[in-house]
């Protein structure tokens, strides 16, 4: 093979397309994932991620394009693929009729592990992933948030090399996210490479080192999260007004402040607006136009943009939002989505 093993990125994918029937769920996309790094791939419902996913963990065939994991071409040299790599799909691939210790146990014999081997490390993962005392009860029996993480803990029995993560913390409290966190960033501590898609910006914030944002099957940006930011340009002045039947005139009210229209959640009664750097200057004439207009508000605060505000600026809408096709100006609540559909049951061993 002309693909070197070792000076390669971890992961490249070049001009990568995929239909189905009329849906153009990938529409070329390239990506670089240097080894031992975090690419975050952010993108609203449909946006192509799970699409992405698949593809690279060979559960899919590509329409067009390539990609290469560890210097092997994800169609051609699938079975090798599939040895160097381990997937926490977005729906749960756990047996959940059989415990924890023999959903690790049966995973590490897909793997060719010997049953003793197979067993040890079943317990050495349990012990990682804070599920010992558990590991004996049937798996239908965890909490969402233990499933996630023997989801997890499962795909690491063949200590891969590179790790892909389908929304990792979709549906968990926020205490099982930051202990998902902690885990993640072990990993990579210890040098795993990590493709992880969120919807989540602050976990994207927290985790990767390389974002790229994927909409319609497009990267349409990519850059470290505080170069995503910078993109934004300056500042944002945000408020809310608490008479919802008035977030119109305060929207009316602003209009020719800052730079670009204003956002408004007419179900929050969140309005923001960007101000690039004219900073306070910018939070003076949004009271004084406030005042004028006579809109009650609470909360005004002048603040650096987060990557949700980087998300709203290039896709039009934010991150949560069910449809793909919300007009600019609306901004979603986040919400946990419920997942169905999308079933991913093979793991990926040989
Ligand atoms: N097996 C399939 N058959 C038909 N259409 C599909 C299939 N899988 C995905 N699609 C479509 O391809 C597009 C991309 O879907 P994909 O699951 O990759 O999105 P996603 O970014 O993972 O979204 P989400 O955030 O909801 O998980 C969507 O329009 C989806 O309906
Ligand atoms: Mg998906």
Do not use: C
Not at 22 to 50: C, M
Not at 52 to 74: K, N
Not at 83 to 110: D, F, P, V, Y
């Amino acid at each position: 093979m002309a693909h070197s093993q070792s000076g390669g990125p971890a992961i490249l994918v070049e001009g990568l397309v995929k239909s189905f029937g009329e849906v153009r769920a990938l529409r070329g996309i390239d990506l670089s994932v240097p080894r031992g790094t975090v690419l975050g791939v952010l993108g609203p419902n449909g946006a192509g991620k799970t699409t992405a996913v698949r593809i690279l963990t060979t559960l899919l065939r590509p329409d067009g394009g390539r990609a290469l994991v560890e210097g092997r071409d994800v169609v051609r040299e699938a079975a090798a693929v599939r040895r160097s790599i381990g997937l926490a799909g977005q729906s749960a691939a756990i047996q959940l009729e059989l415990t924890g210790r023999e959903n690790l146990e049966i995973i590490g014999r897909l793997y060719h592990l010997s049953w003793p081997r197979a067993r040890s490390r079943a317990i050495e993962l349990l012990r990682q992933f804070e599920l010992t005392d558990a590991a004996d009860r049937a798996a239908k029996n965890f909490s969402g948030g233990m499933q996630r993480r023997l989801d997890l803990a499962a795909s690491l029995v063949g200590q891969p090399k590179v790790l892909f993560l389908d929304e990792p913390t979709t549906g968990l409290d926020p205490r099982s996210r930051l202990a998902m966190w902690d885990t993640i960033r072990s990993l990579v501590a210890g040098g795993t490479t990590l493709l992880l898609t969120t919807q989540y910006m602050d976990e994207a914030d927290e985790l990767a080192d390389q974002i790229v944002v994927i909409d319609h099957g497009e990267v349409i940006a990519a850059g470290t999260a505080e170069e995503l930011k910078g993109r934004v340009g300056g500042d944002i002045v945000e408020f809310t007004v608490p008479d919802r039947a008035r977030v119109g005139d305060a929207v009316a009210a602003i209009a020719t402040i800052g730079e670009g229209e204003p956002h408004a959640d007419a179900e929050t009664g969140v309005v923001s607006v960007g101000v690039g750097g004219q900073g306070s200057d910018a939070l003076i004439e949004v009271v004084r136009g406030l005042d004028k207009a006579d809109v009650q508000t609470h909360g005004l605060t002048l603040r650096r943009p987060s990557l949700d505000d980087v998300f709203l600026a290039l896709t039009g809408h934010a991150a949560e939002e069910e449809e793909a096709d919300q007009p600019a100006g609306r901004r979603g609540r986040r919400k946990a989505k419920s997942k169905a559909a999308d079933k991913e049951t093979a793991r990926t061993a040989s």
